[in-house]
């Protein structure tokens, strides 16, 4: 374990942006199978089925599709924005770093800017590649964005904390990376529930004429 750590030290020191890529690509398609194999039982828990008549079988295309988010956004655009953050609140703003103020601003920039950008090219992204229309994603986008934006909001901002007040830039990379784990799990899952009940309680951009459930 400890040669494997050393190994991603080195990587991350002489390719970054490729280390993190590569491991971004890796952890969003781990994180799809598991929500993939969540939803399996779930449904089968539900329905009351044996395991011979439900059998756990991967959707290989939307694995595909969650890892190259992971490739194509998570990892290059996130090493760049955690990396120009620092830099901005360091010598633009010139805050002390580990103070309170340069912590609690990196904080609410990530949870401004970056958290609800990050969810939008999710759920358009993920709405594309399933084939649907501009319209449709837009549906979409109602439906999961204000539910995903609300329950992560919490969570990724006490991550967050602990992320920019202990550990040095080039650790932190990898810290969101174990984090995206859970998240692309989440978010695989939250995508797959399509008009679940309890999202009603966020559609808080529905036309007063659209019936929803109530809280």
């Known amino acids: 374990m400890l040669k494997v750590w050393n190994w991603y030290q080195n990587c991350l020191s002489v390719h970054p942006v490729k280390t993190q890529v590569v491991s971004s690509t890796i952890l969003w398609g781990v994180g799809d199978l598991t929500a993939q194999f969540i939803t399996h039982s779930a449904t089968k ?16 295309k939307r694995l595909a599709v969650t890892s190259m988010f992971g ?12 990396e120009g953050l620092d830099k901005f609140i360091r010598f633009k703003l010139q805050l002390m770093p580990k103070s309170v103020r ?22 358009s992204y993920m709405g594309l590649c399933a084939g649907k229309n501009l319209p449709k994603v837009k549906e979409d ?9 609300v329950l992560e909001g919490g969570v990724w901002s006490v991550v967050q904390v602990f992320n920019f007040w202990y550990l040095p ?9 174990l984090f995206c784990l859970l998240d692309s799990a ?8 399509k008009d679940a009940s309890w999202k009603k309680c966020f559609q808080v951009f529905h036309s007063k004429n659209e019936k929803g459930g109530q809280c």
């Open 141 to 149: 986008l109602k439906r999961n964005y204000v539910p995903a934006l």
């Open 169 to 177: 830039v080039k650790y932190q990379l990898l810290y969101v990376n």
């Open 45 to 60: 828990k539900r329905l009351q089925l044996s395991d011979s008549d439900a059998k756990f079988m991967v959707n290989w």
């Open 186 to 193: 989440f978010l695989s899952w939250l995508e797959q529930q």
């Open 102 to 123: 340069f912590v609690a601003t990196k904080v609410a920039m990530d949870s401004m800017i970056f958290g609800p950008f990050h969810l939008f090219v999710f759920f």
């Open 71 to 82: 490739f194509g956004f998570v990892g290059p655009v996130g090493h760049f924005w955690y």
